[in-house]
């Protein structure tokens, strides 16, 4: 089976559950059903990994340390994109080489998400011009006031809309099954959320 590259970005004081959450919706599918598929890879449909700018640990929220799995140097080419959000975004908003990365990593995905206010970063790069789109309650003037062309959905749990951004948190969750019914199909999604427990919205 042909998995989607799927990488998630990690960088100093990302929200855990921004990425943590979408990782485990993907880490977790499989095609076939059951306890004992979860077992190995073999049924998989997402390859998910997390990358970073540098090699150094990332200190996400909560002074928990996340080490990567790739850096910007040396990751695979991305099917799926997860930009994730949490207080860290706002430095990053001025990160010009962060911002140029995002803008190539996306222009070659076939899927481009973003959580919480990893959609303020799509913004600042150009790449939500004349879309609608949506983030964490707390940041919804934030994102209109970057990019004026931008719809924003205010109260919307996650938009589509080529590039796919979702509310904030939790939301990632719900974003992360979308996609997974997307591309798996509705069965696979509700069965995955069945073997982790979680109702969806």
Known sequence: MERLRTGILVFDNVEVLDFAGPFEVFSRTRTVPGTDSRRTYDSAPFDVFTVAATRAPVRATGDLEVVRRHGFADAPHIDLLVVPGGFGTRALLADAPMLDWLRATA???????SVCTGALLYAKAGLLAGKRATTHWASLDLLASLDPTITVERGARFVEDGVVTS???????????????RVCGREVAEETARYIEYRRS
């Open 167 to 181: 509310a904030g948190v939790s939301a990632g969750i719900d974003m992360a099954f979308r996609i997974v019914e």
């Open 107 to 113: 222009a070659k995905a076939d899927l481009v998400t």
